[in-house]
Every structure is written in structure tokens, then in C-alpha cells.
């Protein structure tokens, strides 16, 4: 069974710096993309950056592509977001994310449990 546990999340100033991680288990990490979501209070839940299984292709929603660095380090199946200039509208629970194929199950998207970053004016 595969497990995504989040960390790194806090409360930082507007301007601020925050790295998040996302520990992967129960499965070859090297195998798959992996993604970062957040969901703000009361909205929908929202794409923010996406890696290939190999890491050199990174991918961002445009709001933090100039702001927003996502890796990933296959020996520690982690996978990273550095996030740099935090804005106030970047406080939401982040979630780590992985979809995984299987012949018998089809397509099954997994979630962490979430982190919480707030940033503050």
C-alpha cells in the first residue's frame, strides 16, 4: 500500500521561504511522477507543481513558477518543494500526490495526509 507523509509546513512572514517534503512508501518510488496540491479554507483543491519519475521535468502552475522549486531525491523517495517570496495567497494545506496504473486496478491517486502552510502580511 502506498503512503505519502507530508512535512514542512509552518507560519512565515509574506517574503518568506518554506521547504516541504513528501516521504513515498510502499512501492518504486523512481517509477512514478509526482505531484504537489494545495487547497485554500473553503475552495477546491489545485494543481501546483509536478515532477517526471526521472526529475528533469518539472512542471508549475503559473502562479509560482518563478517562486516554487519542486525535486526529488529517488535514493530518500522523497519528493520537495521549495517554496521562496511567499505570498498570503499561498496559505492552504499542501498535499502530496502520486497516481499509480495497475493492470487489475486501473488508475488509483493516493494522497498524504497534508501540511498546513500559513503566511501572514
Known amino acids: 500500500q502506498v503512503q505519502l507523509v507530508e512535512s514542512g509546513g509552518g507560519s512565515v512572514q509574506a517574503g518568506g521561504s518554506l521547504r516541504l517534503s513528501c516521504a513515498f512508501s510502499?512501492?518504486?518510488?523512481?517509477?512514478?511522477?509526482m505531484g504537489w496540491f494545495r487547497q485554500a479554507p473553503g475552495k477546491e483543491r489545485k494543481f501546483v507543481a509536478a515532477i517526471s519519475p526521472g526529475g528533469n521535468s518539472p512542471y508549475y502552475t503559473d502562479s509560482v513558477k518563478t517562486r516554487f522549486i519542486i525535486s526529488r531525491d529517488n535514493a530518500k523517495n522523497t519528493v520537495y518543494l521549495e517554496m521562496t517570496n511567499l505570498k498570503v495567497e499561498d496559505t492552504a494545506v499542501y498535499y502530496c500526490?502520486?497516481?499509480?496504473?495497475?493492470?487489475?486496478?486501473?488508475?488509483?491517486?493516493?494522497w498524504g495526509q497534508g501540511t498546513q502552510v500559513t503566511v501572514s502580511s
Open positions: 510502499g512501492d518504486t518510488f523512481s517509477d512514478y511522477a
Open positions: 500526490n502520486v497516481n499509480i496504473d495497475s493492470f487489475f486496478q486501473g488508475i488509483t491517486s493516493y
